[in-house]
């Protein structure tokens, strides 16, 4: 009898012609979509008030201890403002173009020699795509690489440079928005040492 009254019941709901009362009313449809509301909606709110508790008491421990909370703000901010202040291979590509402008609306005999080379080199790496770039989170790195970024990927193994010559690879470095050594060739960019002497 269990095996007719089930067969029955499954009939009845994989039966398309057949509806019921409710299916009609829609109030098994709203039970199935209040499911799925709250099979969505509950882990928000779990989040939500894990936050909110971690906040809480981490307000408190902060009352309780507030030299080391500031000194841990401020550490916090420090980091977060050298992040988002460290700069990129395009701002570096920025620079040294503005650099080179300035450079070329100088006359050569007016052009001190030392930025116009360092500018000079930057620039043909840049053209023959040897310029890279690696942000270590608070500072950025730019270096002469191997070869072509395109060829990079087949050269990995074969042309890798040893870890001796990074060093001597370095182009730049970047802290905040700045390139040391572009800041250094370009501080007296319009002096001709050699007029001098």
Request: charged residues 25%.
């Amino acid at each position: 009898m269990w095996r007719v009254n089930r067969l029955t019941s499954i009939w009845k709901l994989s039966s398309p012609c057949r509806t019921t009362s409710t299916d009609i009313t829609g109030q098994k449809k709203s039970g199935r979509l209040k499911r799925t509301f709250l099979w969505f909606y509950n882990p928000f709110v779990t989040a939500a008030k894990d936050y909110r508790d971690v906040f809480l008491e981490t307000g408190k421990k902060m009352t309780k201890r507030p030299i080391k909370s500031s000194i841990y703000l401020s550490l916090f901010g420090i980091v977060s403002y050298f992040w988002y202040k460290n700069p990129t291979l395009d701002h570096y590509r920025d620079v040294s173009l503005s650099n080179h402008h300035k450079l070329l609306m100088l006359s050569w005999r007016v052009r001190n020699k030392n930025s116009d080379q360092f500018v000079d080199t930057v620039r043909m790496l840049d053209r023959e795509g040897r310029l890279a770039h690696r942000s270590f989170f608070l500072f950025s790195v730019v270096y002469c690489a191997h070869v072509n970024s395109e060829l990079r990927e087949f050269s990995k193994t074969f042309l890798a440079p040893r870890w001796a010559e990074y060093l001597d690879r370095i182009v730049d470095i970047g802290v905040l928005g700045r390139w040391y050594y572009m800041e250094n060739a370009m501080l007296d960019y319009d002096i001709n040492e050699d007029e001098w002497k």
